[in-house]
Structures are given as C-alpha cells and as structure tokens.
C-alpha cells in the first residue's frame, strides 16, 4: 500500500488516538464501556502510519492513560494490580501488532479481498500479542504464587478468545470503513469525470 498523503496520516493518527483513548480507560476504570481497543490501533497504526515514531507516541499515550486512570481511582500507579514488571512486556506484545501491519500493509494490492488477508494477519497477529501480554503477565507479574502450565494454559483460554475478538472486531470495522470510503471517494471522481 502507498503511504497515506500527509492529511490522510493525520487523519488517521488523531482517529487512533480517539479511539485508543475512548476505549482504554475502561480496563483500568469504567468512563465508556467500550472493549480496550489498543490492541487494533496499534495493528492499525503499523498498516496505516507505519514510522516507529509514531509507534512510540501510541505507546507513550496508552501509558499515560493508565496512569491517569490508575490515578483518578485514587492510587499510586505501581499499586494497581495490572501494573507488575510484567508491564514492561506490553511494548513487545504491541510491537508484534504494529510490526504485522506494517507486514501486510508493504505486501496489500488492493481490493476486497486483499482487505481479507489484512484481517487474517491481524487476528494471527492479536493472538501472538495476546500470549506475549498474558504468558508475561502470569509467569513475570507475580500475581500467581505458584504458576503452572495447567492454570496458564486455562487463563489464556479463557481471556485469549476474547482479546483476540475484541482487536478482529475493531479491525473488521476500520478495514469497512476503509472500504466504504474508497468506494465514495470513486463514485464522486466519476461523477466529476461526467461532469
């Protein structure tokens, strides 16, 4: 895929800002319930926006959104239960996200169906995330006092195919939207051709 005109970038980055923001503030707190959707925005910032720079700004304010979220509940960031060393490890497990868009998005054609394998790269891509951020967080975060596979094995299961629904969600409806808008954008250029 071509990189995105400047606008079209800008777009595109304060949307996934919007969205990450609108909806990450509900694993930490309960301001819009709406599934975190950090997972698909960093997918699609790496199909999108593709610059590391850029990757780094995402991370940086889902940071900060957990910190400001931890703070209005009243306690110190390093006291809430989802911040362990583990925490660390969502840099990685993001990095898988942005990394498989930026993947699909140099190897994407164009059309409905190229639109396809985009989602399937992101799913695959969620479920690698996934498992990095929860194996992280059970064997690392020290919240299990004695981890073992049986019970990980057991949790992933259990929260897997949810986080891995939730970004295929989130991605299915950026990935119509895309569409939707490049249709519109063609009838109106016909039209004008027309005239």
């Not at 949307?15 to 698909?40: E, K, Y």
């Not at 639109?115 to 996934?130: C, E, K, P, Q, Y």
Request: one cysteine or more; a positive charge; aromatic letters at 16%.
């Amino acid at each position: 895929m071509k990189s995105l005109p400047r606008p079209a970038a800008h777009a595109v980055l304060i949307a996934l800002l919007i969205v990450m923001t609108a909806t990450r503030f509900h694993h930490v707190g309960s301001w819009l319930h709406l599934p975190d959707a950090t997972m698909a925005v960093c997918f699609l910032g790496g199909f999108y926006l593709r610059r590391y720079a850029l990757y780094a700004l995402l991370l940086g304010v889902a940071v900060l959104i957990d910190y400001v979220a931890i703070r209005q509940q009243g306690m110190s960031f390093f006291e809430h239960y989802c911040v362990t060393p583990a925490y660390y490890a969502l840099l990685f497990s993001y990095f898988v996200l942005w990394q498989a868009g930026r993947w699909v998005s140099s190897r994407r054609e164009g059309g409905l169906a190229s639109l396809g394998l985009v989602w399937l790269v992101g799913v695959a891509a969620a479920a690698v995330s996934f498992l990095i951020s929860n194996g992280a967080f059970y064997w690392f975060g020290g919240r299990y006092p004695e981890p073992n596979w049986s019970q990980y094995v057991a949790r992933a299961g259990q929260w897997g195919p949810l986080f891995v629904r939730t970004t295929a969600t989130y991605i299915a409806v950026a990935l119509a939207l895309q569409y939707a808008l490049v249709r519109l954008r063609g009838a109106r250029r016909a039209r004008l051709a027309r005239g």
